[in-house]
């Protein structure tokens, strides 16, 4: 095996090690500290595996360990905790294809796969109970405060009075989305705490995206321009959840992206349409 092979799954592994060892101090319970760091001390015999093969030491990849840990800190540990399970994954696989060459790798092999079981005990307890109401929200915000936005730009063309009538919008329509959601929850026979949270992450996304969606009006004098602005944020957004959802989840992250933006861009095409004919039709300046 090519030397530098070696050195890189050595690197690989310390890397690993450091950023469960990191997480474990992160979590809430003892439980999910000790299994992290169980973890952890595998990685670590693991380098130690590939240090005698290799004879060097390495240092832990700076990047990777500052990406996964910031990441995790800004979603959540479920997220780290996740990212580090497919990583696992995609290393067991090349150690697979190694094993003819190296047959001690079958042990670390098997330690890689009850990580992945132990890390998916871990997801259970620490899931991401409200995911759905998330996704619920953050779909109907992107899709009605794109439109309302593209429908105010050709009906007012003044971007505070645009901005006005979309946060308006937006207020409004947190309500009714923390309210629909809460009952959807109570008659699914969820306890109040658990329909009231759900209600909460619903609502939060919602104004959270309208005011990103709006920030554009508040900033810019003309109001075209501010439409492309939030339209790319509406990209960078759908993005970014995306990303989110097909670590999570583990789902296609391409194929829910383009539905989303084309979606969303559809709708606001409509209503930039319908707030032009509205205007010409009524004969309304503003």
């Not at 240090?51 to 990047?63: A, C, F």
């Amino acid at each position: 095996m090519e030397k530098d092979l070696i050195l890189h799954f050595q690197k690989k592994e310390l890397t690993e090690y450091f950023i469960y060892l990191k997480l474990s101090q992160r979590v809430k319970t003892v439980e999910k500290r000790e299994a992290l760091l169980k973890i952890a001390n595998d990685e670590l015999k693991h380098h130690d595996f590939w240090r005698e093969l290799s004879h060097q030491e390495v240092t832990p990849n700076r990047y990777e360990r500052i990406k996964i840990l910031l990441i995790s800190k800004l979603l959540g540990n479920s997220f780290g905790i996740k990212a580090m399970e497919n990583e696992e994954r995609r290393t067991q696989q090349h150690y697979k294809k190694l094993v003819h060459e190296l047959p001690e790798l079958s042990k670390i092999i098997h330690e890689e796969h009850l990580h992945e079981e132990k890390m998916i005990h871990i997801l259970k307890e620490n899931k991401i109970h409200y995911i759905g109401a998330i996704v619920l929200s953050l779909n109907d915000s992107l899709v009605e405060l794109t439109g309302a936005l593209a429908g105010f730009t050709l009906a007012f063309e003044k971007t505070r009075l645009i901005a006005l009538a979309a946060l308006v919008t937006g207020f409004s329509a947190t309500f009714s989305i923390a309210a629909s959601e809460y009952l959807a929850q109570k008659a699914e026979q969820k306890s109040r705490k658990e329909a009231t949270r759900s209600s909460l992450y619903a609502g939060t996304t919602y104004i959270i995206t309208a005011l990103l969606l709006t920030i554009p009006f508040f900033l810019l004098n003309n109001p075209y321009i501010a439409i492309v602005l939030t339209i790319f944020c509406v990209i960078v957004i759908i993005a970014a959840f995306n990303y989110y959802i097909s670590v999570v989840k583990e789902v296609p992250f391409k194929k829910k992206f383009w539905v989303m933006v084309l979606l969303s861009l559809s709708i606001a095409f409509i209503s930039f349409i319908v707030g032009f004919a509205i205007r010409e039709i009524l004969g309304v300046s503003i």
